[in-house]
C-alpha cells in the first residue's frame, strides 16, 4: 500500500517509507500541529483484525509513551485512522545497532561497548521501574545516533504482541537469538529477561556473533534452555575479564543467579570501565535447599530396615519391636505422642540452650577498609557479606560506607550472623558534555546523562535567541564529581519587545515608509536609479521579510529615482578649442618677417553625452560657434573630440533651457 502524501489524524502527512519490521512499516511524516518531523510506525494488517492484541497494544503503547529518558525513543502518539493503527514516535537519524555490528564484521571497541551498554541498561533501569519490560531487546531495536548516543525503542509494545491471540506470528516478533531461556519455553518474563538480552547484545557487539546459532528458531531457543555458552572471553581473548564476568553473569540460565535489577548491571558496566581487569562481578553458584533426605524410622538401622532389606536382595524377618508395634497399633500410636512431645520439649529446652550461639556487640565497621572488617567480624565470629559497592564522595575506594545490621553501641547480635557491608567505590567522576548553543531541554538531557546537575541563570543577549544557553561556567571536557552543579546562563533574548519584518519590495516609498513605521521600525530612505524598474519603488531593503529584530530597529530601504529626460544645446567654439590664428608670420626669401592670412585646415568634430556620440562631422578648424543638440536625466558628461583625441571634457546638470558654450 503506498501512503505517500497521506493525512493521518488530519494532523501527519506520510513523507516516505524508511523502514520495515516484523510488526510495522515506518514512515517519515511531518507533523502539522507542531510542525516538525516524526517516524511512524503503522501496524500490519494481520495484527490490526485481532480485537484483543488491538486493546493490549493501546494501553502499552500508552504506558511506553509515559517514560522519558535519553536512552529511550520518546513516543509522541497513539493513534487510528481508518484501519490504520500507528505509532508517532521521535524521528531519529542514525543507524541501527544491528547495522553497525553488520558493517563492522568483527567485534566492536571493548569501551565503546561497555558505553553502549550502560546507556540500554539505563534506559531499562528507568523503564523497570515504571514497571515496563521490553521483552525484545536486540541490536535492531537499539538506533544509535550521528552523536553516539544509544537509543531503545519499542518499549511495551513486545508484551502486546506475546500476550495477544496471534500465536501464529510469534516466532517473527523479536528474535530468538536474543530470547531468556525462560521466554523462549513460553514462560513468565520479568526485568531479569530484559537483562539476559542485554547480554546476548553485549556478547555479539564483542565477539561480532550471537552466544547461540542453528539451523532453525527452536533449535536456538532449545539451545537457551539447555547449553551453556562458550565464554566471550574465549572467542575474543581481547575482552578485559570485568566485561566477561559482567556478560556471563547476564546470561546464567537460572535467574537467580543472573543480575536482579538493571541498576545492578549499570553499577558494574561502570566500574569495569574504570577497573577492566577487576575481581569484583559476584558470579558465585547460588545455594539453593538441600536435597529432600530420607530420614530412618524407628527400628531400621543404616542399610536395614524392610526397604534396606529389599535393596540387598534379602527376606529378613522384622525384630521383636516391630511386630509389637504392629499387634498394638492403638497403644504405639499413644506411646508414639508421649516420646514426640517429651523429645520435642527437650529439644526445645534443653538441646537449643546447648547449641544457642552467644552473643557479641555489633562492631563498627563503617570508615574500615575490606581487610580491617573481615578481620573485625572473623575474630567476634561473625559473618562478612558484601553487597552492591557504591560511588561515596565521602569515604575512599575499598572503605566500608555503610552496615547492616547497623552499628549502635551495646547493642549486640548472635554469633554467626551475617554482616552485610557496602564498599565505596570512592568518588565518581563524569565529564562535562557540551551546554553551550543547546536548547535548555537537550542541556538538561545531556546533564542528565552526564550524572551531574544544572543550575540555570536567566540572561537577557542581543546575540543569543531566547532559549538557547549562552555560556557554561564549566567547560566542555573538564572532569567533575557525579552529581557536582554546573552553572549555565540561558538567553532571554534582548528583553525588548519583538517584530516580525514584513516585506515592502515594489511598494512605492510612501507605502513603505507607512508599513514599518507602524511595525515599530526606524526606517531610514536610500535612492538609487534602476532604468528597468518603475519610478518611486523601493527596490530594496536592508533586513529580510520573515525576520524578527528587535522593536525600534533600524531598516534601510532603497527607492528608485530616475530623473526626467531633458534636452539642450551645446555651442562649440572649435577655434578656440584648435587654437586656430587668423593670422600667421612667415619668413621670406630674404630672411624678413612677412604677416599673411592663415588657412584653416578641416578637422573631424566629435560631441559624445555619457560617452554615447551624438556629433560626428568635419568641419573648419577657425569654426566659432557649431552648435550639437544633447539630451539626458540629470547630471550629463560631454566629451569633445578634435581628430580624434579629446580635447574637453564638460559635467552639466541638464534641462531643456541649457545652452553650453564649449571653448
Known sequence: MDLKGRLLGNRYEIIEKIGNGGMATVYKAKCHVLNRYVAIKILRDEFTTDEEFIKRFEVEAQSAASITHPNIVSVYDVGVDGNLYYIVMELIKGKTLKEIIVEEKGPLPWKWSVNIAIQIASALEIAHKNHIIHRDIKPHNIII????????????????????????????????????????RGGFTDEKSDLYSLGVVMYEMLTGRVPFDADTPVSVALKHMQEEPIAAKDVNPNIPSAVNDIIMKALKKDTNLRYQNATAMLLDL??????????????????????????????????????????????????????????????????????LFIISLGATVGIANLTRPKEVAIPDLVGKTVDEAKQILEENKLIYVEGEPEYSTEYEAGKIISQDPQYVENRKIRQNTEVKVIVSLGTETTTVPKLKGLTKEEAEDAAEEANIKLEIVEETSKTVEAGII???????????????????????????????????????????????????????????????????????????????????????????????????????????????????????????????????KDVTLRVTVNDEQVENTTVKENVTNKTVNVSGRGTITIKVYIDGSLKKTVEMNLNNTTTLTIE
Open 145 to 184: 545516533t550521528e552523536d553516539g548516543v544509544a537509543k531503545v525503542t519499542d518499549f511495551g509494545i513486545a508484551k502486546a504482541v506475546s500476550n495477544s491471540t496471534i500465536t501464529a506470528f510469534g516466532t517473527t516478533i523479536g528474535s530468538v537469538h536474543y530470547f531468556s531461556p525462560e521466554h523462549a
Open 270 to 339: 561502570r566500574r569495569a570501565l574504570k577497573d577492566p581487569e577487576g575481581n569484583f562481578v559476584d558470579n558465585n553458584e547460588y545455594s539453593g535447599d538441600f536435597p529432600t533426605q530420607r530420614i530412618s524410622t524407628l527400628g531400621e538401622e543404616e542399610g536395614k530396615g524392610p526397604k534396606a532389606t529389599q535393596k540387598n536382595g534379602k527376606n529378613k524377618k522384622p525384630n521383636k519391636f516391630i511386630k509389637f508395634i504392629k499387634e498394638h497399633k492403638v497403644l504405639s500410636s499413644i506411646i508414639g505422642l508421649i516420646l
Open 470 to 600: 549562552i555560556e557554561q561556567e564549566i567547560e566542555e571536557g573538564e572532569t567533575v564529581n557525579a552529581g557536582d552543579t554546573v552553572k549555565v546562563y540561558l538567553s532571554i533574548g534582548t528583553g525588548i519587545e519583538q517584530v516580525v519584518v514584513t516585506s515592502v519590495f515594489g511598494k512605492t516609498e510612501d507605502v513603505a515608509k507607512q508599513t514599518l513605521t507602524d511595525l515599530g521600525l526606524d526606517v531610514v530612505v536610500e535612492y538609487e536609479e534602476d532604468n528597468s524598474k518603475e519610478n518611486g519603488i523601493v527596490l530594496k531593503q536592508s533586513i529580510a521579510s520573515g525576520q524578527t529584530v528587535d522593536k525600534g530597529s533600524k531598516i534601510t530601504i532603497t527607492v528608485n529615482k530616475r530623473d526626467e529626460l531633458k534636452n539642450g544645446t551645446v555651442t562649440i567654439n572649435v577655434k578656440s578649442i584648435t587654437g586656430y590664428q587668423d593670422k600667421i608670420t612667415e619668413t621670406d626669401d630674404e630672411g624678413n618677417e612677412v604677416e599673411k592670412n592663415n588657412t584653416p
